[in-house]
């Protein structure tokens, strides 16, 4: 049994422990560092076949494109139709975002994995669905490319989305109100304005949409638990302001009884412990 974990820890075969005592306390390293090492679970979901190459050369207008879907799966959706997954041109980073549903934003790592990008073909199980599609890229980085990551909250400068004094001036939307038609969505929109039209939304969702347009952590301090319609709008200038935008976020948002101020925040981050670069074989 020692020689076994000899060499599942790289010794040579002739490394050998001289007494018992020796062998028996060299076994209970071997157990505690067996225990600490990383591992797949083998109920898992994973892809039934899959593909995981570098991409080739990825246009400035692809690697945008890849980025914002990235960035903004936080509902599962991945690439693809029916029972097949298409990733084309996202980030490693990007991949991690789509795979863990978490923001780019909160993805802490190498350098590298935010510009080296990664094409996935993959086909989903008979019997298996869509939804579970992101558990089964995770398993598929932990596979090819040794994806190692913890999740931990630290105390940052953000921005925190709280009632403002007088109360907030929002209405309470149902699950069964339908959302707005075309029409309807041109009448919210001011002429010469764009904009973002939020039905039935929660509070931690409107942060989260803050944050992304920001990239920066957006707490909610509401303590509301309904759900909105909240229509976020301004001339083209204005919203392309990145100076700008917390001021123009601030002056919306007191419009609906909001106070949206800078301050320290709990900011959850996905930090990458391990990665390699170049994908194990297929």
């Given at each position: 049994?020692?020689?076994?974990?000899s060499?599942?820890l790289?010794?040579?075969l002739?490394?050998?422990i001289?007494s018992?005592?020796g062998?028996v306390l060299?076994?209970?390293?071997?157990?505690?560092?067996?225990?600490f090492?990383?591992?797949?679970?083998p109920?898992?979901p994973?892809?039934?076949v899959?593909?995981?190459?570098?991409s080739?050369?990825v246009?400035?207008?692809?690697?945008?494109?890849a980025d914002r879907m990235a960035?903004r799966?936080?509902?599962?959706?991945?690439?693809?139709?029916n029972q097949?997954v298409?990733?084309?041109g996202?980030s490693?980073?990007g991949l991690?975002a789509a795979?863990?549903q978490?923001?780019?934003r909160?993805?802490e790592g190498?350098?590298?994995?935010?510009n080296?990008?990664?094409?996935?073909s993959a086909?989903?199980?008979?019997g298996?669905?869509?939804?579970e599609a992101p558990?089964?890229?995770?398993?598929?980085?932990?596979?090819?490319?040794?994806?190692?990551?913890?999740?931990e909250t630290?105390?940052?400068?953000?921005?925190i989305?709280?009632?403002?004094?007088?109360?907030p001036?929002?209405t309470?939307?149902g699950?069964?109100?339908?959302?707005?038609?075309?029409t309807d969505?041109?009448?919210?929109?001011?002429?010469?304005?764009?904009?973002?039209?939020?039905?039935?939304?929660?509070?931690a969702?409107l942060?989260?949409?803050l944050?992304n347009?920001?990239?920066?952590?957006v707490?909610?301090?509401?303590?509301?638990k309904g759900?909105?319609d909240?229509?976020?709008?301004?001339?083209?200038?204005e919203?392309n302001?990145?100076?700008?935008?917390?001021?123009l976020?601030?002056?919306i948002?007191?419009e609906y009884?909001l106070r949206f101020?800078?301050?320290k925040?709990?900011?959850?981050?996905l930090?990458i412990?391990g990665?390699?670069k170049?994908p194990?074989?297929?």
């Amino acid at each position: 049994m020692a020689d076994l974990c000899s060499r599942s820890l790289g010794l040579p075969l002739r490394f050998r422990i001289p007494s018992l005592l020796g062998r028996v306390l060299w076994l209970i390293l071997c157990l505690g560092l067996a225990h600490f090492a990383p591992a797949q679970s083998p109920d898992a979901p994973a892809f039934e076949v899959a593909s995981l190459k570098i991409s080739g050369e990825v246009s400035e207008l692809r690697t945008r494109l890849a980025d914002r879907m990235a960035d903004r799966n936080l509902s599962g959706f991945l690439p693809g139709q029916n029972q097949r997954v298409e990733i084309d041109g996202y980030s490693a980073a990007g991949l991690i975002a789509a795979a863990y549903q978490v923001p780019l934003r909160e993805i802490e790592g190498p350098s590298w994995i935010f510009n080296v990008r990664f094409t996935v073909s993959a086909l989903i199980p008979a019997g298996r669905t869509r939804k579970e599609a992101p558990e089964m890229l995770r398993t598929l980085l932990v596979e090819r490319l040794d994806v190692r990551a913890h999740r931990e909250t630290r105390k940052v400068s953000g921005y925190i989305l709280s009632v403002a004094k007088n109360g907030p001036n929002l209405t309470e939307t149902g699950p069964s109100v339908p959302r707005l038609n075309a029409t309807d969505y041109v009448k919210r929109i001011k002429p010469g304005f764009v904009g973002s039209q939020m039905d039935h939304i929660g509070m931690a969702q409107l942060a989260n949409y803050l944050a992304n347009g920001l990239k920066t952590p957006v707490e909610d301090q509401t303590g509301l638990k309904g759900h909105y319609d909240v229509v976020i709008q301004a001339p083209p200038d204005e919203m392309n302001d990145e100076l700008g935008l917390p001021g123009l976020y601030r002056r919306i948002l007191s419009e609906y009884g909001l106070r949206f101020e800078g301050g320290k925040v709990d900011a959850p981050f996905l930090v990458i412990d391990g990665i390699s670069k170049t994908p194990k074989e297929n």
